[in-house]
């Protein structure tokens, strides 16, 4: 949107075309509270524009008066403004209407799909489900597939997390961390039962125990934000964190609203 990269243009344009409406008692106070700004920036901007012979006006007050010059810069600029609205809503329609999922086998054009979430992913197949989509492409099995028309629930449940707290390593680190309990975490699940999908880890202590315990670590960096978005995906989580790591997985877990608990995962 090249017309509104000056410092400015926008203003110019909307004080334009609020003159260009031929308000002969348009004053500045009016300008001011129309487009939000001070009366001081509106005095400026005015001046700026006689100055450029934009509009013309006596003594620099109202009434003002759109020249022609003035005119032709509204046109282009409303012209530009709306090409780049146009374009917004283009881009905005299309991430609306249009969604990707994994094929689960080999899909047609025109289909009409069943979806399904399955270990955080969206899947679609020919078998009936609660939500269905078309898709909008030849797709084969394993491959993203775009789909339209989404109607229905997806069943998703949101998922839990566990926080185990490990000492820093002023504290001894790996040392003094009660790994038989990690483990057994681990293998058990969270405090409902349900089986760990993912391991996240931050800090190096959390690294150091689970290369120990040979736990398939797959979340590693930005680990709360992450084990949060792996949760409201349905997915479970264990995440060792160090010292006071922890508030950074508590806080973001209580935004998502996420079920976890906290462990201390010392001796």
């Not at 990707?100 to 078998?127: C, F, Q, R, T």
């Not at 609660?130 to 789909?147: E, I, R, S, Y």
Request: proline share 2%; with cysteine.
């Amino acid at each position: 949107m090249k017309a509104f990269k000056k410092r400015g243009a926008l203003t110019h344009f909307q004080i334009l075309s609020e003159i260009s409406k031929q308000n002969p008692h348009l004053k500045q106070k009016d300008l001011a509270e129309t487009l939000g700004i001070t009366i001081q920036a509106v005095s400026e901007n005015i001046k700026t524009l006689i100055e450029q012979e934009y509009i013309t006006s006596k003594d620099g007050r109202s009434p003002y008066k759109i020249t022609q010059k003035g005119i032709d810069k509204v046109k282009r600029d409303a012209i530009s403004l709306r090409k780049y609205s146009d374009s917004v809503l283009e881009t905005m329609n299309h991430y609306k209407t249009v969604w990707p999922a994994i094929a689960k086998e080999d899909l047609k054009k025109d289909e009409i799909v069943g979806l399904y979430m399955d270990s955080g992913v969206l899947y679609a197949h020919k078998k009936e489900e609660d939500a269905t989509g078309v898709v909008l492409g030849d797709a084969a099995k394993g491959c993203d597939v775009a789909l339209s028309n989404l109607t229905g629930l997806i069943d998703m449940t949101i998922g839990e997390a566990v926080v185990i707290n490990l000492p820093t390593i002023k504290e001894g680190g790996s040392d003094k961390v009660n790994l038989e309990l990690i483990k057994s975490v681990y293998e058990q699940g969270t405090t409902t039962g349900k089986k760990i999908d993912r391991v996240a880890i931050a800090g190096t202590v959390s690294r150091a125990v689970a290369n120990m315990l040979n736990l398939p670590v797959t979340i590693e960096y930005a680990a709360p934000q992450a084990t949060a978005n792996a949760a409201r995906k349905g997915l479970n989580v264990l995440a060792l964190c160090v010292g006071d790591m922890t508030k950074a997985f508590t806080r973001e877990l209580e935004e998502q609203k996420i079920k976890f608990d906290i462990i201390d995962g010392g001796k």
